[in-house]
Structures are given as C-alpha cells and as structure tokens.
Nanobody, 125 residues
C-alpha cells in the first residue's frame, strides 16, 4: 500500500507561484510513476503532470506547459509541483497520485492506483 499526503495549497493572486508537495509512505516507490491531477468545481478530474521513477521523463498537459514543473526525491519519497504564473483557471483541488509502473499510459495520466486526499488551490483575478 502507498499513502499520499499533499500540502502547499492556498489562496493566491493571478501571476503568483505555489509549490505543492506530496509525501508518500508505505511501500517503496521503485518503478512508480508519480502524477498530479486536478479537479475544479463542477468539472471532471484532469491530468496535469507526471514524472517517471528515475526522473528522466516528465509530461505536462498543454495548459500548464512552461508554467508548471514536476520533480521528485526518491530518497525522501516526495513529489513536488512548482506552479508559476498561476491563472484563475488553475483553481482546483490538486491530487497527488501513484501508478505502479512506468509506461506511455501512466505518463499520460492512466493507470493510477493510489491517491492523496487533495489540496485546494485558489487563484483570484
């Protein structure tokens, strides 16, 4: 089992930055893909970004490319999402997730088995 806990959300103004952190516990995350998803009010959950086990591969949805950056520390078992130049449309609950494989499928947001409880990000205009 893998337990995931997100932190770092908050209320910011457009153009500001936030850094979300996901702390994992339980089994080792060897060969896991780690990802971030978000869900706005009344919207479906959306894949945001992913990172492979060795950090060699990252993937971003088009709307956050150039603004968001994902990283991971396998020793500390953490995954971070640096969010810059935030926009009101980035407002959502952000979820950390883990997939027990690294593949084109997991890198693009599918096959995730473990989820955190989410952290709210609100961007005012």
């Amino acid at each position: 089992q893998v337990q995931l806990v997100e932190s770092g959300g908050g209320l910011v103004q457009a153009g500001d930055s936030l850094r979300l952190l996901c702390a994992a516990s339980g089994r080792t995350l060897t060969s896991f893909t780690m990802g971030w998803f978000r869900q706005g009010t009344g919207k479906e959950r959306e894949f945001v970004s992913s990172i492979s086990w060795e950090s060699a591969r990252t993937y971003y949805t088009d709307s956050v490319k150039g603004r968001f950056s994902i990283s991971r520390d396998n020793v500390k078992k953490t995954v971070a999402l640096q969010m810059n130049d935030l926009k009101p449309e980035d407002t959502a609950v952000y979820y950390c997730a883990a997939a027990a494989a690294v593949s084109s499928r997991t890198m693009t947001g599918y096959g995730y088995s473990y989820w955190g409880q989410g952290t709210q990000v609100t961007v005012s205009s």
